[in-house]
């Protein structure tokens, strides 16, 4: 895909990986279109980005989400581009996990891209085609104690977005996963539910910067799988080395590693909007 000119939704904008994303295909020539909860903080960054529209959504309202393809539809024509960003975390261990967060955390990691999928493939295919991205997290490729609930979630999307993947392919419509690691946004600080995965806090960081450009890489390529490197790596389903295996495996160490230390401050937390985390995201 052609990202100058091109009309791109990017949900979960008013921070972290979304915002630097929008930041990112706005300088490329994308006129971008800003979803999330928090109306201050888009109208500031569409005030930032020229030919820009904000967009309140929460992804969790199909409604919601369709209106915001309407309004898409309404100012620009058409839809070239949508990128699934908004998630939010749930690092509890399994005996612990409450049933309600999971649903809560499925619901917007998961069935939320997935009603954004169908709300905009219907313009995409009466146009010439399009390209989804979806992003994931690098949990999904690794198991660590803790995090079941969250990578599930990820996991499933992960599935969704390859099936989608074959079913949308005739329709000229690409779908992408993007993986992040370690990402410096508020992630973390907003949580579902539970604490901070112990080993995180020896891996430095990636700028959502980082995660942007990946998530440009995988618009501009079509690649299948991308994961969040310097620069961005695509990677192979089945690979037997690295993070490319795309079948979850024990991380190297995790068996040993206490699943979480200090408490988050704030469970139960919205969700957050702009991705990315303090952890293997």
């Not at 799988?225 to 979850?248: C, F, K, Q, T």
């Amino acid at each position: 895909m052609e990202i100058d000119q091109s009309v791109c939704i990017v949900t979960g904008a008013s921070s972290g990986i979304g915002a630097a994303t929008a930041r990112l295909l706005s300088g490329l020539g994308a006129r971008v279109v800003l979803a999330a909860r928090r109306t201050d903080r888009l109208e500031a960054l569409a005030a930032e980005l020229a030919g820009s529209l904000a967009v309140t959504t929460d992804v969790t309202v199909a409604e919601q989400v369709h209106r915001l393809v309407d309004r898409t539809v309404d100012a620009y024509g058409r839809v070239d581009a949508l990128v699934n960003n908004a998630g939010q975390g749930l690092h509890v261990p399994l005996e612990e996990l409450d049933p309600a967060d999971l649903r809560a955390v499925f619901e917007l990691n998961v069935v939320a891209p997935l009603v954004g999928m169908q709300a905009v493939l219907p313009v995409m295919r009466a146009g010439s085609g399009g390209a989804v991205v979806n992003v994931s997290s690098a949990t999904s490729l690794r198991v660590f104690p803790g995090l079941g609930g969250y990578s599930a979630t990820k996991a499933a999307l992960n599935m969704l977005s390859q099936v989608g993947r074959l079913e949308l392919a005739d329709a000229g419509v690409t779908v992408s996963v993007v993986y992040p690691s370690v990402t410096a946004t508020e992630f973390h600080s907003r949580l579902r539910a539970g604490h901070l995965v112990s080993g995180a806090r020896r891996i430095t960081p990636d700028p959502p910067e980082l995660v942007g450009q990946a998530i440009a890489f995988a618009l501009r390529s079509g690649e299948a799988h991308v994961l969040v490197r310097d620069p961005p790596l695509p990677i192979v389903p089945g690979e037997s080395e690295g993070w490319g295996a795309l079948l979850a495996r024990q991380a190297p160490g995790a068996a040993s590693t206490p699943a979480l230390h200090e408490p988050d401050g704030n469970p139960g937390g919205r969700p957050s909007e702009g991705g990315g985390g303090g952890h293997p995201r």
